[in-house]
């Protein structure tokens, strides 16, 4: 490989150039590449032949492992039958028998699907469902979004509107006007090395009540929030938190919406963490793990009363002037279908449940390490947050990280948390190759 190799006409250089990759230091990466070639169950093979144990199920995507069969079956068959069918005032079989099983497995009452091709897409979405649903329920004047900081909902102009992150604001001067965000949940000097769910915290849910104060609930659509926050470094709610969170929307007619792109399909071991948790919101975004990461597709449910609140006038009328070329893709469709089997029949979700345990004290046992300054763990996910490094934030976690790829282990790290969600059929003796390969990292970057 090598990335200053001129092209001829015709000729592939295999240049590493030409591809901007996403969420990327480009030129440190194309300096010194980490490149995947094939994957079955755990692992990856790189480039160079290593195999490497995958810690973060992909990028929170390959609940069921690699290289499922029945995946990859059930794609080819689709593709060889119907390899596109449009969804706009035509249909196919697919997505209706995929809502159907989707239905099934969803939180009671939200049994409306709209499908979509990524997370980022869900959560614009759902924003703009709310926003539609308030004007067609008479509540026009709720037009302003909450979201919570350092939430992450993907990359549309909606997501990164009502997101938290930010570095992935603050280019773009240009976001949604109406939107306030709540206080994120992260309080390390109260929370740090929780078991479970983190004691303290719940206050920061009334927040909203401060929010319906200063602009009135007759102005206010919906808020958005990631039951537990993955991109920003495992940030788990507090005790309660959700619930209350429910509580306040429901009392001032607010529409709350979950984004379980990353909680969805099994992570924290349910279905979803609506599930987990005991809340039922009205609108649930995801993706990723709906299809196992093989094909790319999203989905959002919604509760049976607002999807009724659009089924009204001339039965002529498109209800909802939304949707992409590819909602409901027939590809996509199967290899959704095919997940839902595995997830079924291989009881993955459960799996998630039975190995919480070892995976806390796993994770937690890491505590003593030098720069260690808090464990959050839940499900099969888990973070690891280390303290700065004098040259800056994030260099300590990218030092673990890469360390850890080149000792045979993918982390993912974000600032300076380490963050881990392996698939979900990972075993008790992956576990420990993955904590000691971190552990050593860990040590390492001291
Ligand atoms: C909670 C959440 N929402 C939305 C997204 C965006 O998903 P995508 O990258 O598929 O657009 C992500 C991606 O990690 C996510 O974690």
């Given at each position: 490989m090598t990335n200053n190799t001129s092209p001829q006409p015709g000729r592939i250089t295999n240049s590493l150039d030409d591809f901007w990759m996403p969420f990327t230091a480009n030129r440190q990466f194309k300096a010194r590449p980490r490149l995947l070639e094939s994957a079955e169950g755990m692992y990856f093979t790189a480039t160079d032949g290593r195999k490497v144990l995958d810690g973060t199920a992909g990028l929170w995507c390959c609940n069921a492992g690699h290289g499922r069969r029945e995946i990859t079956e059930a794609v080819s068959r689709q593709i060889a039958k119907l390899d596109f069918a449009p969804t706009f005032q035509m249909g196919h079989p697919l997505p209706f028998e995929l809502a159907e099983r989707l239905a099934e497995i969803a939180p009671k009452g939200l049994n409306k699907v709209f499908f979509t091709n990524s997370g980022s897409e869900s959560a614009d979405t759902a924003l703009k469902i709310a926003l539609a649903y308030q004007r067609a329920i008479g509540q026009g004047t709720r037009t302003r979004l909450i979201g919570r900081e350092l939430g992450y909902h993907g990359v549309g102009f909606g997501g990164i509107s009502v997101g938290g992150m930010v570095n992935n604001r603050k280019a773009f001067s240009t976001l949604l006007p109406n939107v306030d965000h709540l206080p994120h949940t992260l309080d390390i000097q109260r929370n740090a090395f929780s078991r479970g769910l983190p004691e303290f915290g719940i206050e920061k849910a009334d927040e909203l009540e401060h929010l319906v104060t200063l602009h009135g609930a007759e102005n206010i659509a919906a808020v958005i929030v990631e039951p537990m926050s993955g991109s920003a470094g495992v940030i788990l709610p507090p005790v309660g938190y959700l619930k209350r969170l429910r509580e306040i929307t429901r009392k001032h007619g607010i529409l709350l919406i979950f984004d379980e792109v990353i909680t969805g399909f099994g992570r924290i071991g349910e279905a979803f963490a609506a599930q987990r948790w005991g809340v039922t919101p009205d609108i649930i975004t995801c993706a990723k793990g709906l299809t196992n990461g093989a094909i790319p597709m999203g989905a959002v449910f919604v509760d049976e009363q607002i999807y009724q609140a659009f089924m009204q006038g001339p039965e002529s009328n498109i209800e909802f002037f939304h949707g992409y070329?590819?909602?409901?893709?027939?590809?996509?469709?199967?290899?959704?279908?095919a997940t839902l089997d595995i997830y079924q029949n291989d009881r993955l979700f459960q799996q998630a449940i039975e190995l919480e345990g070892y995976w806390q004290e796993a994770l937690l046992s890491l505590r003593d390490l030098p720069?260690?300054?808090?464990?959050?763990?839940?499900?099969?996910?888990?973070?690891?947050?280390?303290?700065?490094?004098?040259?800056?934030?994030?260099?300590?976690?990218?030092?673990?990280?890469?360390?850890?790829?080149?000792?045979?282990?993918?982390?993912?790290?974000?600032?300076?948390?380490?963050?881990?969600?392996?698939?979900?059929?990972?075993?008790?003796?992956?576990?420990?190759?993955?904590?000691?390969?971190?552990?050593?990292?860990?040590?390492k970057a001291s």
């Amino acid at each position: 490989m090598t990335n200053n190799t001129s092209p001829q006409p015709g000729r592939i250089t295999n240049s590493l150039d030409d591809f901007w990759m996403p969420f990327t230091a480009n030129r440190q990466f194309k300096a010194r590449p980490r490149l995947l070639e094939s994957a079955e169950g755990m692992y990856f093979t790189a480039t160079d032949g290593r195999k490497v144990l995958d810690g973060t199920a992909g990028l929170w995507c390959c609940n069921a492992g690699h290289g499922r069969r029945e995946i990859t079956e059930a794609v080819s068959r689709q593709i060889a039958k119907l390899d596109f069918a449009p969804t706009f005032q035509m249909g196919h079989p697919l997505p209706f028998e995929l809502a159907e099983r989707l239905a099934e497995i969803a939180p009671k009452g939200l049994n409306k699907v709209f499908f979509t091709n990524s997370g980022s897409e869900s959560a614009d979405t759902a924003l703009k469902i709310a926003l539609a649903y308030q004007r067609a329920i008479g509540q026009g004047t709720r037009t302003r979004l909450i979201g919570r900081e350092l939430g992450y909902h993907g990359v549309g102009f909606g997501g990164i509107s009502v997101g938290g992150m930010v570095n992935n604001r603050k280019a773009f001067s240009t976001l949604l006007p109406n939107v306030d965000h709540l206080p994120h949940t992260l309080d390390i000097q109260r929370n740090a090395f929780s078991r479970g769910l983190p004691e303290f915290g719940i206050e920061k849910a009334d927040e909203l009540e401060h929010l319906v104060t200063l602009h009135g609930a007759e102005n206010i659509a919906a808020v958005i929030v990631e039951p537990m926050s993955g991109s920003a470094g495992v940030i788990l709610p507090p005790v309660g938190y959700l619930k209350r969170l429910r509580e306040i929307t429901r009392k001032h007619g607010i529409l709350l919406i979950f984004d379980e792109v990353i909680t969805g399909f099994g992570r924290i071991g349910e279905a979803f963490a609506a599930q987990r948790w005991g809340v039922t919101p009205d609108i649930i975004t995801c993706a990723k793990g709906l299809t196992n990461g093989a094909i790319p597709m999203g989905a959002v449910f919604v509760d049976e009363q607002i999807y009724q609140a659009f089924m009204q006038g001339p039965e002529s009328n498109i209800e909802f002037f939304h949707g992409y070329t590819y909602s409901g893709h027939p590809v996509a469709c199967a290899a959704a279908l095919a997940t839902l089997d595995i997830y079924q029949n291989d009881r993955l979700f459960q799996q998630a449940i039975e190995l919480e345990g070892y995976w806390q004290e796993a994770l937690l046992s890491l505590r003593d390490l030098p720069n260690v300054i808090d464990i959050r763990a839940i499900g099969l996910v888990g973070g690891v947050q280390l303290a700065p490094s004098a040259e800056g934030a994030g260099k300590r976690g990218f030092q673990v990280f890469e360390q850890c790829f080149q000792d045979n282990v993918m982390v993912r790290v974000t600032g300076d948390t380490i963050a881990m969600s392996p698939p979900l059929i990972v075993e008790k003796a992956q576990i420990d190759t993955l904590i000691a390969t971190l552990g050593d990292a860990i040590h390492k970057a001291s």
